[in-house]
């Protein structure tokens, strides 16, 4: 006779806030948007480079080259362990800050580097570094939307050293370059909390969707008294277990459970009391079966109990225990505690739910006419 094991019941999972949620989904598009920019960039370091060749000092401008191509690679190493860990959920979070360090190393080399490599007298050169800066900044913009603080912080380590430098100069063209910058940061980080507000919004209404179809589905196959699943649950998901054991050619077997007395409890108690001893039974229950197993209240107060590769001597015994569980616990009343008792049929031998069912329910109707408060096995007339 095989006895299934009673497990102990799983811990009751916290569900991610809708704020972590959204954070995560954040950096994973931020993961997605940003891998191209690392090569984007690289391609306009080698433009810049090709337009001041011979205009600046050409040791510094390899100095920076190196510099660049140093960061660019440490980024590149990044995104390709990332891609081999394939973080998923709250995992993703941990990501946040080496993601952050890479990037603000490589936008200080583009911006403490041009500023470097920019000469010190009035030429075109100033201007033309400026424009590209101003188009990685934007670049940036784009690219790093969906994080608004890492999205700033690109812009500045971009723009900011060049920016101080033009502001050091003597000239008016130098300053006019150095204002027209600063506007275009103050204008960029405005924008950036727009962005960043209308992505957060979106998201935050996907989850809601979602969570709402969750909360929609949860409904339609609970029963909202007692929290197992209802009738229409309890079949999908028995007929699941029934084509596994099928399959496999393990057993199942049924159970057919009838609070006694029912009517009467609420009738000198009161409904309040007949709802705490379904309670009280569905929590027995979900607490003493299987996780393999499916309880469900399939009537007013008629439970049914699925077990998976259990024969019917195991499948009597697990019903005894439990209406031995359940007359050991008083439900509190007005008046007394009240001892409650289970009739229960007990089925097995076939891969039908619907004979299952019907021959559990003959036999939990012979034991109340035995006189309730007991389990029979169903036996099929000779």
Same mark, same amino acid.
């Given at each position: ?35 191209? $920019? ?43 362990? *990332? ?38 007298? *009035? ?7 400026? *424009? ?13 939307? $969906? ?19 033009? *502001? ?158 359940? $007359? ?18 007990? $089925? ?35």
């Amino acid at each position: 006779m095989r006895v299934p094991e009673s497990l102990p019941e799983p811990p009751a999972t916290v569900p991610v806030s809708y704020a972590t949620q959204i954070r995560a989904e954040t950096l994973v598009l931020l993961f997605r948007q940003s891998f191209p $920019a690392v090569f984007y960039s690289a391609v306009v370091a080698l433009v810049l480079s090709w337009t001041l060749w011979g205009q600046v000092d050409t040791t510094l401008l390899q100095w920076w080259m190196a510099a660049l191509a140093g960061s660019t690679l440490i980024r590149l190493l990044f995104f390709l362990q *990332y891609f081999r860990v394939k973080p998923r959920g709250e995992d993703i979070l941990r990501w946040e800050l080496p993601f952050t360090f890479t990037l603000l190393l490589s936008s200080l080399v583009w911006g403490v580097g041009t500023a470097w490599i920019t000469p010190m007298d *009035y030429g075109v050169e100033r201007g033309v570094v400026l *424009y590209h800066l101003v188009g990685m900044a934007a670049g940036a913009m784009v690219t790093y939307s $969906a994080h608004r603080l890492i999205n700033i912080l690109a812009m500045l380590a971009v723009l900011l050293p060049s920016t101080i430098w033009l *502001y050091a100069q003597e000239d008016r063209t130098a300053l006019g370059m150095a204002l027209s910058a600063t506007l275009f940061m103050v204008i960029s980080i405005k924008a950036t909390k727009i962005m960043a507000d209308a992505m957060q919004r979106s998201l935050q209404m996907r989850y809601e969707l979602h969570h709402a179809h969750q909360e929609a589905e949860h409904m339609a196959r609970t029963d909202p008294l007692t929290g197992i699943h209802n009738r229409r649950s309890f079949v999908e998901l028995s007929e699941q277990i029934i084509r596994h054991g099928l399959r496999n050619a393990s057993p199942v077997s049924a159970l057919l459970i009838d609070v006694d007395h029912f009517k009467q409890i609420n009738d000198q108690h009161g409904h309040h009391v007949g709802d705490m001893v379904l309670q009280h039974l569905s929590t027995l229950m979900a607490n003493r079966f299987r996780g393999s197993d499916v309880c469900g209240r399939i009537g007013g107060e008629e439970f049914a109990v699925l077990l998976a590769d259990t024969d019917l001597d195991a499948a009597e015994y697990v019903a005894q225990q439990l209406g031995q569980s359940l $007359a050991a616990i008083a439900i509190p009343t007005l008046a007394q505690p009240l001892k409650i008792t289970v009739s229960i049929g007990v $089925a097995s031998g076939c891969y039908d739910l619907t004979t299952l069912l019907r021959d559990a329910d003959r036999a939990m109707y012979q034991a109340k006419a035995a006189g309730r408060n007991r389990v029979l096995r169903y036996q099929p007339a000779p």
